[in-house]
């Protein structure tokens, strides 16, 4: 059984740095054709997808945000933590980490178990 | 980086009515798009990937179609469970990104 699970903070200054984990069980990281990725939602607007960890190491950035963020995982603790700099009060939102998987034939990765999100919100 | 939108934006609809949503994105992606269901206060759920393939345990009233750029999402008959919101999700050169999402509402 698959589960995440995201932890931190809840109210955040601006100009401070958003450290959020995601706890999950139930899979291996290292298995060939997964990942973990962050996920956020702003009250009642769109997704927009933040970062993914990828089996192999390999790390990849939302373009418009890639400057403020970093995926790391520490596998001993079966925890993936995503760094965001220099918060914003448009960044309150939603986060939710979520397990990606390799679906497609021409091997693209979609989100298939989630956690439950956590409401960061930035305010001084 | 690969823009999407849907349309509509947003639809009133009763239980039994066909509806399709449209995704289309900015450059060519394939058939990598997958649609997810989210309601309120809840985590999206995967509905389907690679265009038109069905995640388990998802009903058949549920189907997608497109390449390319353009895709479509359709409920053949609509219940009243699949009042929700919807998200298109494309995945390209290892980068990702969503729609807008289409808000489904009973009329």
């Known amino acids: 059984q698959i589960t995440l699970k995201e932890s931190g903070p809840t109210l955040v200054v601006p100009t401070q740095t958003l450290t959020l984990t995601c706890t999950f069980s139930g899979f291996a990281l290292n298995t060939n054709g997964l990942g973990v990725g962050w996920i956020r939602q702003p009250p009642g607007k769109a997704l927009e997808w933040l970062a993914l960890l990828y089996w192999d190491d390999d790390r990849r950035y939302s373009p418009s945000l890639k400057e403020r963020l970093t995926i790391t995982k520490d596998s001993s603790k079966n925890q993936v933590v995503l760094t965001m700099t220099n918060m914003d009060p448009v960044d309150t939102a939603t986060y939710f980490c979520?397990?990606?998987?390799?679906?497609?034939?021409?091997?693209?990765?979609?989100?298939?178990?989630w956690g439950q999100g956590i409401l960061v919100t930035v305010s001084s | 980086a690969i823009q999407l939108t849907q349309s509509p934006s947003s639809l009133s609809a009763s239980v039994g009515d066909r509806i399709t949503i449209t995704c289309r994105a900015s450059q060519g992606i394939r058939s990598a798009l997958a649609w997810y269901q989210q309601k309120p206060g809840k985590p999206p759920k995967l509905l389907m990937y690679?265009?038109?393939s069905l995640v388990s345990g998802v009903p058949s009233r549920f189907s997608g179609s497109g390449s390319g750029t353009e895709f479509t999402l359709t409920i053949s008959s609509l219940q009243p469970e699949d009042f929700a919101s919807y998200h298109c999700q494309q995945f390209k050169e290892y980068l990702l990104g969503f729609g807008p999402g289409t808000k489904v509402e009973i009329k």
């Open positions: 979520a397990h990606s998987r390799r679906l497609c034939n021409t091997g693209c990765y979609s989100f298939d178990y």
């Open positions: 690679d265009t038109s």
